[in-house]
């Protein structure tokens, strides 16, 4: 079964983008599939705030598989 099936939302290529550390201010790389990475220089906790259709797309947790779709689940809710 391809997990994809029926998002209207999701492009399967994942992107890339390059954050600032809030605590340091070193690059962090966030792929757009994960739902926080730890900055390489501090430790610290840098989230994805790109995290939203985990709150309210069916497919969410096939999408993103059941690890992910926790991750995810748990920083949506913190941001709320």
């Not at 391809?2 to 890339?16: A, E």
């Not at 966030?30 to 985990?54: I, Q």
Request: aromatic letters at 8%.
């Amino acid at each position: 079964m391809d997990t994809l099936t029926g998002c209207s939302g999701h492009d399967p290529t994942p992107t890339l983008e390059i954050r600032t550390c809030p605590q340091c201010g070193a690059e962090v790389e966030v792929f757009s599939t994960d739902a926080s990475v730890k900055c390489d220089n501090c430790g610290f906790e840098v989230f994805n705030n790109k995290v939203s259709c985990v709150k309210w797309c069916k497919y969410a947790r096939l999408c993103m598989g059941e690890d992910a779709y926790k991750a995810a689940m748990e920083v949506a809710n913190r941001q709320s």
